[in-house]
């Protein structure tokens, strides 16, 4: 479970679902998924992937893909041993302008002898933790969401103000490496990540929901 921490205001928990736009992932159809790939001299393989993250994965083995899993979603694959390599990468939400939000996660690369049983897709890979945010703003004002980390600030994402009727905005950015100096900051719109901003430092972001890394965050005061 994560928890929605405020800036400005008393904290209030938040139920969200979905992945950015909510993105509705199924297993491929077509994937190689249970069946056996074997050829002449090869023997069958079989593990169980699951996913973790709250970002959609894309699976591939050998270059070929055979699975996609929402987050929480699992499938067992079955593949020749003559297959070499496992390789996933995570779905990129997309900003106000639709655009996807780069992240720190690129291609995942496991060789597929090194998988005994059971892949587990997490936040921590080969002992880096990532973080993901879900932010709302409460206030009227649009801002940009920037993520530093320690000596440069990577602009994450268009945050729209809420509306009229007290909607909040809200954004969902890629992950992140967490790392001792890392802060999300919320930037003036138009600033292109610099300037005046408010920040939520690491002492909270160490707050993420084990697995998936995700933190829940609301501005209560533009910059």
């Given at each position: 479970m994560a928890y929605e921490v405020r800036l400005g205001q008393p904290d209030r928990r938040a139920?969200?679902?979905?992945?950015?736009?909510?993105?509705?992932?199924?297993?491929?159809?077509?994937c190689l998924g249970a069946r056996d790939t074997t050829g002449p001299g090869?023997?069958?393989i079989h593990f169980q992937v699951t996913n973790d993250l709250v970002a959609p994965v894309t699976v591939r083995i050998d270059g070929t893909p055979v699975a996609i899993l929402s987050s929480g979603k699992g499938t067992a694959l079955t593949v020749s041993s003559s297959a070499?390599?496992?390789?996933?990468?995570?779905?990129?939400?997309?900003?106000?302008d639709g655009a996807p939000i780069p992240d720190h996660i690129g291609e995942v690369k496991i060789p597929v002898s090194g998988i005994s049983g059971l892949l587990e897709i997490r936040?921590?890979?080969?002992?880096?933790?990532?973080?993901?945010?879900?932010?709302?703003?409460?206030?009227?004002?649009?801002?940009v969401i920037g993520v530093f980390d320690g000596y440069d600030v990577?602009?994450?994402?268009?945050?729209?103000?809420?509306?009229?009727?007290?909607?909040?905005?809200?954004?969902?950015?890629?992950?992140y490496r967490l790392l001792p100096a890392t802060e999300v900051r919320a930037y003036r719109d138009g600033s292109h990540c610099s300037g005046t901003y408010v920040a939520w430092p690491g002492s909270i972001l160490k707050g993420y929901a084990a697995n998936s890394g995700l933190l829940l965050l609301t501005l209560d005061t533009a910059p």
């Open positions: 139920l969200v679902r979905g992945f950015g736009a909510g993105i509705v992932v199924t297993l491929l159809a077509s090869d023997f069958p070499q390599w496992l390789t996933w990468t995570s779905a990129k939400p997309a900003g106000a936040n921590v890979i080969a002992d880096q933790t990532y973080v993901t945010a879900r932010i709302f703003n409460a206030t009227r004002a649009q801002v990577a602009c994450a994402g268009v945050l729209p103000a809420a509306t009229s009727d007290g909607t909040s905005g809200l954004v969902q950015i890629g992950y």
